[in-house]
């Protein structure tokens, strides 16, 4: 493939780039998510903070699991 069609192997090797960097934005998030409840005082479902970064976060997982679906699909 890669001597046949040079530019379908480029374009491959951007998706695993790009599917690389987004198990690194995940990896992102959920450290984010476990700072935010390991800094939590009292009862967490009272704490506006980790609501707030809990809500963030579900909207930017959501974003990053749905771009990981569409480049798995360009691979297929």
Do not use: C
């Amino acid at each position: 493939m890669k001597n046949e069609r040079p530019d379908i192997e480029e374009k491959k090797i951007n998706q695993l780039k790009i599917q690389g960097e987004f198990r690194v934005k995940l990896r992102l998030l959920e450290d984010k998510l476990l700072d935010s409840l390991s800094n939590s005082t009292g009862n967490i479902l009272e704490d506006e903070k980790v609501i707030n970064t809990l809500e963030t976060l579900k909207v930017d997982a959501s974003q990053v699991t749905k771009a990981m679906d569409e480049s798995g699909r360009i691979m297929e």
